[in-house]
């Protein structure tokens, strides 16, 4: 497995890479591949910390620092260089760091106490969308360097903490925070390409609110729900008409909201007394989420599998009250302590990391310890480069050249047999 990790006390990043049953708090336990730094500055301060990494068309690596900067690297490796150091007979050099080589920095123009809220692709454009929790988004183009930052008027709302990308319809925001109730925005046509909107940014930005969500009703004392939302998702839809989110709050709600259903949340459900820090689909269907809290909580709750009837109180006022209550699933335990902060899911395995510097990657189904690495830094976000072993991808390549083998043979056979009886 290969693990690229954001390192906050360093303002770097941590390459990984470890197989199954990989456990560094135990002597006796299978230890890491190899752990190399990249994305290195010249000098560390706070403000240069990385706050969002993500992966670009396979080869690219973008991340949003604190301060505004927003760095891209190239990830190719050099062959020439590998040949240059086999001939020389050189020592033998790590190439993994050498893969992230360094292309541009770009630097938005933020106040200081403002902080990026995450970093988004815009496949279609060849674009990134990086929003701040003053409110602020900046479009980059990332097909060519010579074009800066560009400033999208989005309404003037903040703080934002919140902010999601409809993966179909890239052309649909949604974003919200504290006091700053859940809207949806539609930025541009979605019919415009890379190539026509390159030429002017500007002209093709019209962002206006498609859908504008009402706060839940008053508590059985009719006092008023507080507004604080931490995550969004988008669930898959193929009308581009229909809005279908998820949010996580700062009090421990998970809301889902459907346009053709009215304003106000369709769905209400407290899975926890903390806030909720990060809010994860665990499955391709989008019935299942994980979610993460400050003090240790990593768990799967479904959204399907609903108990309307789970929770239950008297009050002097209202009466007897009913909530709805989704199952969980089972909590993802491999001795973590404090909150985790970067977590990603890939095909059948979970990566968690955040404060107690330690990565740890589950098995989603079965919630099982699949590896357990000391990092020996604080994790702000992270990618799940490779879930497959080097063993398991040696096995893969053995097993398809011996597929092809055996087709060959058959083929072989097939013409001998037509010859044959051609000549009869």
Known sequence: MKILVAADDTASGKLVECNRGTDTSKQVAPQLKSIENCFTIPKFNYSSRIKHLINYNYRYFIASRIDGTVSVYDYEEDPSAEKTLAEDEKDELDTKAELFKHLHDYKVPIAASDKPIGLFKLEKLDSILIPYTSGRTFLIYVGDFKFEPFEIELPNESPIEAFAVNPEHENIIAYGGKEVDLKVLELHDEKINSSVFKKDYKKHFNPKVVFAAKNVKNDH????????????????NDSKNNYKVLTSTHYGHLRIYDSTHGRKPMKN????????????????????VIITGPNSLIAKYSLTLIDEKAFKTNSATAGEIVKAVPKLLGKYTGGNTG???????????????????????????SRELLARVYLGVEVSSLIVLD???????????????????DEELWNQLDKEKKKQKTST
């Open 269 to 288: 459900y407290q899975v926890s007394q903390d806030p909720i820090l990060t809010l994860t689909f665990s499955d391709e269907g989008q019935k299942e």
């Open 387 to 405: 879930d497959e072993d080097e063993e398991e991808e040696e096995v893969k390549r053995k097993r398809e050249a011996e597929v092809e083998e």
């Open 221 to 236: 004392l009719d006092l008023r729900i507080p507004i604080w939302i931490t995550n969004i998702l988008f669930f898959k």
């Open 339 to 365: 909150a985790s902060y970067a977590v990603e899911v890939l095909e059948n395995v979970v990566a968690v990391a955040g404060l107690d510097r330690y990565l740890r990657v589950f098995d989603v189904e």
